[in-house]
């Protein structure tokens, strides 16, 4: 570690630095990292300044040239505040060894990245979207579409900077660091309540779908042995859960589970085809209200913005595809911000208007629901959809899992029982929940309004306004109160409507539970 006498070395040392790195643009990964560890980080260089205040211009050559030894490394100026020493908080010596900011020469492309991000959001969640029109409305449908994206896009960034702000690499310790327990308690609730949700909604959807497959393939299935348990929602949901699911979430290493990932994107990419060609052509009776089409607002917005976040939020994923970047730059993962959402905004608006301008005011919560079960274009998306959801569930089974395992028992070593009594209760009660309903909008709702909030309004505005600099009642900072009062707004209104439903009945149950 470099004292204060070492100071006045300071510039002459980066800047030696700096010409050996223009001269050899080509060195190794080993030969960056070695001086990446060996140069003196933020809170040492905050430190020596207010121990030594005669050295104030030399300390600030040195971050000039440290600036500009970055620079050869194309990172835009807005990531050298770290090295800057300006965080809002100092960092202790131990803190610092852990969270030295360090580009990595190796990595994935921009492209890349925006794969992994559209796939993060282009997800089962948009099967509910054209149910969203229905509860908002054609004209306000497409304008919380239009705002919810935007405002996605704009606290992914955030909740990134934020990260930089803090020299954390991960939500949760971005929490921790902010607001200590609280804030890990936080985060944890809102990641457990997501990943829950999200198995309850992949439970409902695998009833929604294979029995129908079933009972097209094989119309005199009721009459046969055995086979008959396929064609009844409960009993297919059951099996499948228990025996695909289940033994998949048992595995400790979901790493062969995430390569699916592709599949899961095809998948989605067939139901938007399918939906948009066979929904125009279905017959009178099974269509809504067509005098509806074009109905500006209902009297359920609350509900629809928690539906299209459930869909949009990608935040829980948003650091790991950050530091899969070559060389991460605030402005290389804009780009991929950017694209991403572009993308995704077009899918989701090809998918609600399909679904929604054919059923109007008989929209189901999986649009896929609203087609005939002999239906053979329809039903190839069904099968695909129902088989990505034995899959998928495991992976949101590891989340909760490591969430509750991080909580509780960071510091105990690996259980075997625990690790399957907890794997068991949580594909349990999931299922339980989703033999109890077949409504898959309710699912959306609760799990949006509640969880998707906190992760994509609220936390996101509420670590930057902790960890910035200045007060925060400056007007560059209204954004971001009106975005977490925005999202506190959405989670308190739209999870009581929710749960209202629920205990009044109100919400419609679906078609699914006639099978």
């Not at 971050?63 to 202790?92: C, I, Q």
């Not at 908002?136 to 497409?142: D, H, I, N, S």
């Not at 909740?159 to 985060?187: C, H, M, T, V």
């Not at 989605?268 to 009776?285: C, G, W």
């Amino acid at each position: 570690m470099r004292g204060p006498d070492d100071d006045q070395d300071k510039q002459a040392l980066l800047q030696d630095r700096k010409n050996a790195a223009d001269s050899d643009d080509n060195r190794s990964t080993d030969d960056y990292n070695t001086e990446m560890n060996t140069r003196p980080s933020a809170t040492t260089n905050a430190s020596n300044r207010n121990e030594e205040h005669d050295d104030d211009d030399d300390t600030a050559a040195a971050a000039t040239a440290t600036t500009e030894y970055y620079d050869s490394f194309d990172v835009d100026d807005s990531e050298t505040a770290l090295l800057h020493g300006n965080r809002p908080r100092d960092l202790n010596e131990a803190e610092n060894a852990e969270t030295t900011y360090r580009l990595p020469s190796e990595g994935g492309s921009v492209f890349a990245s925006f794969l992994n991000m559209s796939n993060s959001i282009i997800g089962a969640g948009i099967i509910g979207l054209p149910f969203s029109f229905k509860e908002a409305g054609f004209g306000m449908g497409l304008i919380l579409l239009v705002i919810l994206t935007i405002l996605v896009d704009w606290t992914v960034r955030l909740l990134i900077y934020n990260g930089k702000l803090s020299g954390r690499p991960n939500y949760q310790d971005l929490l921790e660091y902010a607001f200590g327990w609280p804030g890990l308690l936080a985060i944890s609730l809102a990641q457990f309540v997501f990943a829950f949700g999200a198995m309850c909604a992949y439970c409902v959807i695998i009833g929604d779908t294979i029995p129908h497959v079933f009972r097209s393939l094989v119309p005199n299935i009721d009459t046969l042995p055995f086979v008959w348990i396929f064609a009844n929602r409960r009993l297919c949901i059951t099996f499948f859960t228990v025996l695909v699911s289940y033994p998949l979430s048992l595995y400790r290493d979901m790493s062969k589970l995430a390569k699916t990932s592709g599949l899961a994107l095809i998948t989605i990419f067939v139901i938007i085809v399918s939906v948009s060609l066979e929904a125009p052509k279905m017959p009178a009776e099974l269509r809504g209200d067509p005098s509806l089409r074009f109905s500006f607002a209902n009297n359920e917005i609350i509900q629809a913005v928690a539906v299209i976040s459930f869909a949009f939020v990608c935040h829980h994923n948003s650091f790991m595809i950050f530091g899969s970047l070559r060389q991460p730059s605030m402005n290389r993962f804009a780009k991929v911000a950017h694209y991403s959402m572009a993308l995704s905004f077009v899918t989701c608006t090809v998918l609600a208007l399909s679904g929604y301008m054919s059923f109007t005011d008989k929209t189901a919560g999986n649009i896929l629901n609203n087609f005939p079960a002999d239906n053979t274009l329809i039903n190839v998306a069904r099968l695909a959809f129902g088989m990505n959801m034995f899959t998928t569930l495991p992976l949101e089974a590891f989340v909760c899992r490591e969430v509750l395992e991080i909580l509780f028992w960071s510091s105990s070593p690996h259980s075997t029982v625990r690790h399957v009594v907890i794997t068991t209760s949580l594909v349990g009660v999931s299922l339980l929940i989703s033999l109890l309903t077949c409504n898959l909008g309710i699912v959306l709702e609760l799990t949006g309004g509640f969880s998707a909030t906190m992760l994509a309004y609220i936390l996101p505005p509420l670590c930057y306004l902790k960890l910035a600099k200045d007060s925060i009642w400056q007007i560059n900072k209204i954004p971001h109160w009106a975005t977490l009062i925005f999202g506190l707004v959405i989670m308190i209104f739209s999870t009581s409507f929710s749960i209202q439903k629920v205990v009044l009945g109100t919400s419609d149950p679906g078609p699914t539970c006639d099978l």
